[in-house]
């Protein structure tokens, strides 16, 4: 019983993930630092839900409606809403009006809500409708190129896209891929030399301040309700990354 998180790649150049989950008799979990966006959709006791959630700059504590479904969407980083600047939803999010059974309400239109295999078919009417947006500097800095504007410049438009620094967003990737790798099992030595932490007290404090769990909790598996990627897709992109 708990949370069950399934989260798949995406193709799409728009789209980081898509997540399913369900919850059984769990009342609260631990949110994970998130360098996204994103896009929620639940179902619980009949009634449907959408919201837009933010980045997340730390672990924390979060209630969890009981006996819900759903189905996200995490957009990729320098994707934003047309309608919602990001840095106005870090660390919170905006629950959506108007939800009447499989529409929801987003930037003056009623849009379908979708199923775990239909996500980027809204994801291309949101961007073909310019509901979703991208700045295309912040892409060239992603792809590890170097845009010919000054580095204040860069920055700003890195903060005005994401709500996140570059060297938050690093962080946050980093710390979540770590800690999925230690959900399957790694050791916390394994992981330092992996993705590059000084030393296993350094790993620690990430951990602490990001997940909100050590090392041997996940490797574990204790400390309840945990809202991270399901480890065996995620350190399966990992071994096909490296």
Do not use: N
Request: net charge negative; with cysteine; charged share 25%.
């Amino acid at each position: 019983m708990g949370l069950r998180f399934e989260t798949r790649a995406s193709d799409s150049a728009w789209v980081d993930t898509v997540w399913t989950c369900r919850s059984e008799q769990v009342s609260e979990m631990t949110s994970v630092a998130s360098e996204t966006w994103g896009l929620a959709f639940w179902r619980q006791r009949g009634q449907t839900y959408a919201a837009v959630t933010g980045p997340e700059t730390r672990a924390g504590t979060a209630p969890v409606p009981e006996d819900a479904s759903w189905v996200g969407i995490q957009f990729a980083v320098g994707t934003s809403l047309r309608a919602v600047a990001t840095p106005a939803v870090v660390d919170g999010g905006i629950v959506l009006p108007d939800v009447t059974g499989r529409k929801f309400w987003l930037d003056g239109a009623h849009w379908e809500m979708p199923g775990p295999d239909d996500a980027e078919a809204l994801v291309a009417r949101l961007v073909r409708s310019g509901v979703v947006v991208r700045d295309p500097l912040v892409t060239e800095v992603l792809r590890g190129h170097r845009p010919p504007v000054s580095e204040r410049t860069l920055e700003r438009r890195f903060r005005t896209a994401t709500g996140l620094t570059q060297g938050a967003v690093r962080q946050i990737e980093r710390v979540r891929s770590a800690a999925v790798l230690l959900s399957s099992g790694a050791t916390a030595a394994d992981v330092v030399g992996r993705f590059g932490y000084y030393d296993e007290p350094h790993l620690a404090r990430a951990l602490r301040r990001y997940v909100g769990r050590t090392a041997q909790q996940l490797r574990d598996g204790e400390g309840g309700a945990l809202a991270l990627d399901s480890a065996h897709d995620v350190v399966d992109q990992l071994d096909h990354a490296v």
